[in-house]
């Protein structure tokens, strides 16, 4: 049974495929309502409220995947749940419509005043003029950001008649022309706009954005919005510059802390607010849960998700021509590693053939995970596989080639260790499925499947009957054997499929056999 826990409040139409599989178990509590179960849990679902700590993930051995119901993972360590494993995945743009209207409602509401007005109505009041406002038509609106929600907010701003100036590091010429929007310099939309909203994501660069500095440049009289996350604007820098009249409005939606408590901000009757409201409507919640609950889905059912904040994004369609190289990446690095066994300095992998057209970076994450694995202690998979490996000094890389060299298609891979260089190919053959077909220097052909026993000896006759009638007499099956040779009477080799897994003894006695060299087993 697999056990999710959906911490925040969470639409339950959005939740539905996952509330109704026979399989899952959904718990929807607070994390400190089920401190005691945290361990049991392979999945979190979260909105903004949660903090997820490294704290929070140790206490969640079995964890595999947090998924945001929104955008912001701000409150997820993500590096964290990197070092541990733990893919992150977020709801992009389930809830950009809202955000944009709720900005949109925020900017009418200051400069209206709409919220003071409302008050004062209710307060039994009728004095019309005090709440005369300023129209939005014919105002220079600056957005810093240009995303999602920030490319919707200007569709709505030309609407009313505003010109329309953004400020994006990363927004490319090509989007800006295609949209139509002025594309100017920071400085620029500072001493141009009106209004300024913000809309870009919490990060070192946006943190205090709009300081001292910066709205030291804005126009006198500009109103500010931030409907993105509490810190763009820096709450403390803006206390003197509505003291002195030079801001004339701020909506918040956020805050740098949530809730912001007894802070001075709210003291001002023209800073209005909302407790975090950007993604409140019911069509948002049920678009932002509904994409979390699938894609959780879909990744417990170990599927590729598409919404990866740490792991490659990979589409349905990519994901199903690499799906077969993926598990053979897999099974050759667990079959370099258990056959090198000894520290290793790096991993070269050359994709050959038609795999060479394909989005490898998820093959090669997996054949890392794959050989890191039986010598981590730690979880290790593609999330964390290429960090692990760096943080253990293995060194990897990936080369390209249009000719298979006898084979539609081939992974092959030399891992370089302390005192030997190993070598691998292997091929994925439609119907017939995955084989190798260099192991060592030799040709062989096998697959790389079950209880697997390697035996190095010297090309003489009768060692494979000497192999046999050992097993035999141990009640030992073989299921299958190949057998490859370098030259006649040289060095060859045998690759069995057994049955069960052989016992230490059993190895030895092998081991001992005149002629034999090197004795290993090797579990897929
Ligand atoms: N109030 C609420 O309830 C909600 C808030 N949000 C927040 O809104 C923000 C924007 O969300 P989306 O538009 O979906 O994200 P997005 O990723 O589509 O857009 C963010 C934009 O910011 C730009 N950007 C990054 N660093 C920048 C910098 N230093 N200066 C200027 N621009 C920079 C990026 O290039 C990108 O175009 C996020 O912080 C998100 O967490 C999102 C949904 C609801
Ligand atoms: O999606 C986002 O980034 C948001 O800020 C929405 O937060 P919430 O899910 O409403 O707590």
Redesign the pocket.
Same mark, same amino acid.
């Given at each position: 049974m697999v056990r999710i826990l959906v911490s925040d409040a969470m639409s339950e139409e959005g939740l539905a495929p996952l509330l109704a599989d026979p399989t899952i178990e959904v718990v929807q509590k607070k994390v400190n309502e089920v401190e005691e179960e945290l361990h049991q849990f392979d999945a979190l679902l979260v909105r903004?409220a949660t903090k997820v700590t490294e704290q929070l993930l140790q206490k969640m051995p079995n964890l595999k995947i947090v998924g945001r119901a %929104?955008? %912001?993972v701000?409150n997820i360590d993500v590096d964290a749940a990197t070092r541990y494993g733990v893919v992150v995945i977020n709801a992009?743009?389930g809830?950009?419509i809202?955000?944009a209207e =709720?900005t949109f409602a925020m900017m009418a509401s200051l400069v209206r005043r709409i919220p003071q007005a409302h008050i004062s109505v209710k307060s039994r009041e009728w004095n019309r003029s005090a709440f005369v406002g300023v129209e939005l038509f014919g105002k220079h609106l600056g957005i $810093?950001?240009?995303? &999602? $929600?920030?490319s919707e907010v200007a569709k709505r701003a030309r609407a009313f008649g505003m010109h329309v100036h953004v400020?994006?590091?990363? +927004?490319t010429k090509a989007r800006a022309e295609k949209i139509g929007v002025d594309v100017c310099t +920071?400085d620029e939309l500072l001493a141009q706009a009106d209004i300024i909203t913000v =809309?870009?994501?919490?990060?070192k660069?946006?943190k205090g954005?709009l300081g001292p500095k910066n709205l030291a440049k804005t126009k006198k009289g500009v109103y500010l919005i931030n409907? /993105? &996350?509490g810190g $763009?604007i820096d709450e403390q820098a803006l206390i003197p510059f509505l003291e002195n009249k030079h801001v004339a409005g701020v909506a918040l939606?956020?805050f740098e802390q949530e809730p912001p408590g007894d802070h001075p901000l709210l003291s001002f009757d023209n800073v209005i607010v909302t407790p =975090? +409201?950007? /993604?409140?409507t019911v069509e948002a919640q049920v678009n932002v849960a509904t994409q979390v609950a699938e894609e959780v889905l879909k990744f417990l059912q170990g599927k590729p998700v598409t919404s990866s904040i740490n792991l490659p994004t990979l589409s349905k369609d990519v994901y199903e021509k690499i799906q077969a190289f993926y598990t053979l990446a897999r099974k050759m690095g667990i079959l370099a590693s258990q056959y090198m066994g000894e520290p290793v300095q790096e991993i070269a992998i050359t994709y050959s053939g038609s795999v060479a057209d394909l989005e490898t970076t998820f093959i090669t994450r997996s054949l890392l995970a794959g050989f890191l694995k039986p010598r981590v202690a730690s979880t290790v998979n593609e999330v964390n596989a290429a960090m692990i490996a760096k943080e253990r000094g293995i060194a990897f890389s990936e080369k390209f080639s249009a000719n298979g060299n006898d084979y539609n298609n081939s992974i092959a891979l030399t891992v370089y260790g302390e005192n030997k260089t190993f070598t691998m190919k292997g091929t994925h053959i439609v119907h017939y499925g995955d084989r190798i077909v260099h192991f060592n220097g030799f040709a062989i052909d096998f697959a790389p499947e079950g209880h697997l026993l390697y035996i190095q000896h010297h090309d003489k006759p009768g060692m494979i009957g000497k192999v046999g009638n050992i097993l035999g007499d141990h009640q030992v099956n073989i299921a299958t054997m190949q057998v490859g040779r370098q030259e006649a009477g040289g060095k060859a080799i045998m690759m069995l499929s057994l049955d069960k897994p052989l016992d230490d003894a059993l190895v030895d006695t092998l081991e001992s056999i005149e002629d034999i060299d090197v004795v290993k087993r090797l579990e897929v």
């Open positions: 903004s %929104g955008v %912001g701000d992009p743009n809830n950009t809202s955000t =709720h $810093i950001g240009f995303g &999602r $929600i920030g400020y994006d590091p990363f +927004l +920071l =809309h870009t994501p919490l990060t660069e946006t954005l409907c /993105a &996350r $763009i939606d956020v =975090h +409201l950007g /993604a409140s």
